[in-house]
């Protein structure tokens, strides 16, 4: 096995994982690094730990926002707490002036049952979940006093998508349904943060593995369709290092 996490240029070794003051979820979590084949880089031992934490968070706000009553809703039927969101023509969570951005999140895993939005925007608010509290109500405020949650739309949230198969707790995998109902056009895929091996958290359908999200994406295929639906070869993720020199 080739060492696969550099910091300042020194690849780690099993040896020095263990050596990390972390829990247990966080050095597994490093120990899978390890064994990918994608190299991962930090510029110091404190950005390593920050992605190790961000990454637990993103597993724990995955899990509290599907248990939070929060709704799936096309773009057109968007709706939340008006009292933190303002809900734009196009179906967007917009954050309402001088509301703290960070009572604004949290009230969506709080108070779920007022939200209604769709998968991809749901992505978007795990990860700013997992952030406040990587980072503190304080810093958060500080560095995201406009929000807009739509779609894949974020402020200062550096997400990007590669392709390939080294996925980790934490990332957002999608699972694509190339021959979807042209009527519920919602479903012609879903966004979904993976929890642990071939466990799911996926806005609108539940908690499941990878085999039952397919089938209930095949349960949603035009007539007659023949192809089924799939994981596609790619992964979403933030990039840890670029948002650390964000924050400061």
């Known amino acids: 096995m080739y060492p696969m996490i ?6 780690l070794r099993p040896e020095d994982i263990e050596k990390l003051n972390v829990s247990q979820t966080q050095r597994d979590i490093a120990n899978r690094m390890l064994a990918m084949p994608s190299r991962y880089r930090y510029g110091s031992i404190s950005e390593l730990l920050f992605e190790l934490r ?25 709706y939340g707490n008006e009292e933190f969101w303002r809900v734009t023509p196009e179906g967007a969570l917009e954050l309402k ?5 960070s009572k604004a999140i949290r009230n969506i895993f709080e108070s779920g049952s007022l939200y209604a939005f769709e998968c991809a925007t749901a992505i978007v608010i795990i990860f700013y979940m997992a952030l406040l509290k990587t980072i503190g109500d304080q810093t958060f405020d500080r ?14 949230l550096p997400i990007y998508t590669d392709k390939g198969n080294d996925y980790l707790p934490g990332d957002c995998l999608y699972f694509k ?48 369709a023949q192809t089924s639906a799939y994981l596609l ?15 400061r």
């Open 6 to 11: 550099s910091v300042s240029g020194y690849w």
């Open 54 to 78: 961000f990454r637990v968070h993103t597993v724990e706000s995955a899990r509290e926002l599907i248990n939070s009553g929060a709704k799936f809703a096309t773009f057109s039927k968007t």
């Open 97 to 101: 002036y001088r509301a703290p951005a």
């Open 143 to 156: 560095n995201y006093q406009r929000i807009i949650l739509y779609d894949w739309h974020y402020e200062r």
């Open 177 to 224: 349904n190339p021959e979807f109902d042209p009527e519920r056009p919602q479903w012609r895929g879903e966004n979904a943060i993976l929890l642990e091996n071939n466990l799911y958290a996926a806005h609108g359908l539940g908690i499941l593995s990878g085999e039952t999200i397919i089938e209930k994406l095949n349960g949603l295929r035009k007539p007659h």
């Open 233 to 247: 070869s790619q992964v979403t993720r933030v990039d840890i290092p670029a948002l650390i020199q964000m924050i």
